[in-house]
């Protein structure tokens, strides 16, 4: 099954003079790097194909490689794909792109169908790890390149594999990468680790500022002023969510961030037990079962979702002390 389907993704992609390739909004590592290492892995085995990696760029991001610029409506009969995104409204930078055909690669779970082939691994612990089987299969040559971004995309989203969907299959598909290409894979990390010292000391202003309930939920609400205070953006607290996972007795964390930019508050929500996504989809967020999030620009729903959050948190004590 999953074997059929990507041989039919591989031969689409042998098919197609021109392939664009996109992922989500506000992308982290595990978009960027799947994203850039799709695009750079067709260029090399395929050098006459033109392929894009589109999207806004992010500075910080930048250290994994080049966006392109290109005016997609200008195309003509692409195919496109799109890698770790869910939802078609959250694609970033295919608007008004006349595509042939699309392709959805993603380990979210399924919220709407793009009308493509759809290969969706909820249990793959990250886009970068599909990817990464999808050019093994194929026998690809993977440049060291490629492999570096498919390598710091998995340990991104598998927060250097401390997350359940880590498994057996993620290790195996890292090995094969690390084996096939002789990746320096330890000199890595401090592309993904290193961390200005700015945001070091925000880290410590979370974990000194969470308020803890006697129900084992743990949130903090952070302000436009605080981030100013502490020289981060509004990107930043969303990147230090994983750095709280082994808080004991505590079942859910979640982060308000307020995006002045966008006036928006941006959620991001945590849990080891209870399930969150489906107190998120109430208001209009989603994600994965543990690892969740929402956007909103009205305070009132912060104030349902944290006291929904809560007695979900309350709830789940409860059943475990019975
Ligand atoms: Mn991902």
Redesign the pocket.
Known sequence: MKGDIIKKILKKIKRYETIVIARHFGP?P??ICSELALRDAIRENFPSKKVYAVGTGVSKFRKYGELDRVDVTTLTKPLLITL?VPNFYRVDGVEGLKYQEVIKID??PFEEDFGGVEWICETAS??CQMITLLLLKGHYHISQNVASNLFLGIVS?SDRFLLSYTSVDTFQIVTDLIRRTNLPFVSLYEKLYERPIEEIRFHGYIATHLTVTENGFAYIEISDEILKEYHVDSATPSNMINDFNFMKDIYVWTFVTYDAKNEVYKVNIRSKGPVINEVAMKYHGGGHKMASGVRTPNKEDIEGLLQDLDETCKKYKESREK
Do not use: M, W
Request: proline fraction near 0%.
């Open positions: 982290d595990d978009a770790d380990h979210h990250s886009t989203d």
